[in-house]
């Protein structure tokens, strides 16, 4: 049960700073369609989150 919690806060811990990773990019690509954006992340082999 413990080993499992810290898995999930350090998974946790990764994907917030995943997302903060992602803002901060999509915030120097100048088109901003969701859309084409997760096309392009997907087509540069990252998972889509």
Excluded: D, P
Excluded at 16 to 22: D, G, M, N
Excluded at 31 to 46: D, F, M, P, R, S
Aim: a positive charge; hydrophobic letters at 20%; glycine letters at 4%.
């Amino acid at each position: 049960m413990l080993k499992k919690r810290i898995k999930y806060c350090r998974w946790r811990h990764v994907k917030r700073k995943k997302v903060k990773e992602l803002s901060e990019r999509s915030k120097h690509i100048e088109n901003k369609n969701i859309q084409a954006y997760t096309l392009y992340q997907t087509e540069q082999g990252g998972r889509r989150t």
